[in-house]
């Protein structure tokens, strides 16, 4: 995923309103962001650390930058826009990089499935094997050593889970994919310390045939890229 025009650099001053930040640029002037994620972002500020940010000349766009990447104090860079999630999932799996889901002739994007109205973020088919339903996590949480998923309550991630195991109960194949954005986690569990109802349901969603998948990607200034597989630590 290359970035077209080129990221442009701030220093975080603050997140607020859950959906903006306020930015300061090179110049010394202060603009407001749209932040592109809806989670508590635990661990991912850092009031005074750099900032990336892409732009659009959306004339109708009441904030023309969206904050894509934080650098903490150790230098890692952290992906903050979770729509880049399946961007990078998607590009991953045509490119053959993930390994468990190669062979489908067939890529969809948000397709409806499931008896709790969901929508699927990846579905793939070839009409010779049991379609794959893959559901995608962005991954930025660190704590000490490990990455950890979700960073705060997610009922909408409990509905997920209960849906890929009602499709692997119906014969196909479902799959919980964590994209890691994040350049200091290299391995990723189930945050039972801050959702212990999500770790209890993904255990039971493993034992019935749900697969769990962890790759994370390479960040930088002018490329996202998902590079490698990565241990899911139950």
């Known amino acids: 995923m290359h970035f077209e025009p080129p990221l442009q650099r701030g220093r975080l001053l603050k997140r607020y309103k859950r959906f903006l930040a306020d930015i300061e640029l090179a110049d010394g002037s202060v603009t407001t962001i749209h932040c592109p994620n809806t989670g508590s972002m635990k661990n991912c500020l850092f ?4 900032v990336w940010f892409s732009s659009s000349d959306n004339p109708k766009r009441k904030y023309p930058y969206t904050w894509e990447l934080m650098q903490t104090p ?15 999932a998607e590009e991953a799996i045509r490119d053959g990089i993930i390994k468990e889901l190669k062979g489908y ?13 969901s929508r699927i973020d990846i579905m793939l088919t070839d009409g010779e094997q049991p ?9 930025t949480l660190l704590e000490g050593e490990h990455g950890f998923f979700p960073d705060a309550v997610t009922e909408r991630g ?8 009602s499709v692997v ?11 890691v954005q994040h350049t200091g986690i290299h ?9 212990s109802a999500y770790a209890e349901l993904l255990e039971t969603a493993l034992s019935v045939g749900v697969e769990v ?8 200034y002018n490329e996202f890229k998902v590079t490698r597989k990565v241990p899911f630590l139950r």
């Open 169 to 179: 109960n119906q014969g196909q194949r479902g799959v919980l994919l964590f994209i």
């Open 74 to 88: 150790s230098g890692d860079l952290i992906g903050i826009n979770t729509g880049r999630a399946n961007q990078l």
């Open 213 to 220: 998948l962890a790759y994370c990607s390479e960040l930088n």
């Open 187 to 195: 391995d990723v569990a189930a945050a039972r310390h801050i959702d």
């Open 47 to 50: 009031p005074g650390e750099s």
């Open 105 to 117: 002739k067939t890529l969809k994007r948000e397709v409806r499935y499931g008896s709790e109205n």
């Open 158 to 165: 409990q509905k997920h889970l209960r849906e890929l195991m």
């Open 131 to 139: 379609d794959c339903y893959v559901e995608v996590k962005s991954a």
